[in-house]
């Protein structure tokens, strides 16, 4: 079976390719971990995943999108973090952590309170006061949406600061794998779409401008987070608009980024705004798999496909069939947190449990046998 063959991405092998994809809570104060992270990633080590990561973690307080985000741009926030990974990794999964900044997104409702800009109502309901947002252009989102600020040289230079603090945060805390949260609109994506990205300056314009501030985030993390650990930058490989980023531009920034940096490319695709959002996106299982394969095969950079997948042999087909190196899941995984350990057992026929952690395996192997010899199911 592929999918559940071992990986090796610079010193780091992960045990499969099933990738617990980032998921944000809001369920963090003022940034910091706490035990509802700890129960919502452990599962999934308990689950069978190979590289669980944790959900988009704020490199700047300002670039949180929601007031609920996990944080690191403290020290004081490491050590809910190594908690978390300290289990993950005893369980025998990857820990994987996202390095956000949600640029011109931040403070925002959280999506189940209506996904808009916060306003007065949820600082009397919650406490959770309003926050400046800081983009390349002074573009909104969308409709409703605030003029963020036009981020100065000097605005860059301190968040790149914050993305290479946070990296070495990620190392002390024993992460394995970062990766950087490029997609969805949020900061690095409005960089590099010429949809978000209006400056004059040495950071817009042409496609070497407005990938520049990836690039040099990359470069930044890779300066403290060490040569053994591997680099994975998610992109929005398609913004799905006439005149916006897409996946030829992708595959240029994947070899680019290939020279210097990044060892993966996390292949997901839209989220950058405006009228005419998502209303192409073909959503149907696996449709974003083909800017992985394209991206693997063009740039010839490992790929992770993600999006809509949750049939085992789709799965296995992706990395059997070379279109991604790893698979990654969110949805499907909260639905079913033991998903990994199914998945291998619908594939290899064998429903003995054995792969499963002996506190639950062994139980359910027992009940097993009992009712096939009773017949009850
Ligand atoms: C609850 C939830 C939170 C998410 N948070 C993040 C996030 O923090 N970072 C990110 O890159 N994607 C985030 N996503 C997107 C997922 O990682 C994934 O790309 C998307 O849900 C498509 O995969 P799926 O069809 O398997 O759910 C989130 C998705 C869900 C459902």
Redesign the pocket.
Known sequence: MSLFSPYTLRGVTFPNRVVI?????YRAKDGFANDWHLVHLGRFALGGAGLV?C???AVEERGR?TAG?LGIWRDDHVPGLSRIVRFIAAEGAVPGI?L?HAGRKASELR?WHGGTPLNDEDMQLRGEAAWDAIAPSPVPFGDGWPVPREMTEGDIATTLTAYREAAARSLEAGFKVI?I?A??GFLVHEFYSPISNQRADAYGGDFDSRIRFAVEVAEAIREVWPENLPLIF?VSATDWLDGGWDVDDTVALAKRLKASSVDMM?C?TGGIGGAMRAGRMPFAHGF?VPFAERVRRDAAIPTMA?????DPGEAEAIVADGRADLV???????DDPNWALHAQAALSGDDSFETWKPEFGWWLAQRQRMVKKLGLR
């Open positions: 994809s980032p998921m944000s809570q990561f959900e988009a973690t999108r985000d996202q956000a999506p990766e949260y997609s969805h998610r996390d997901s974003q993600v999006g809509m997948i949750w990654a899941l969110a949805r499907e995984v909260l």
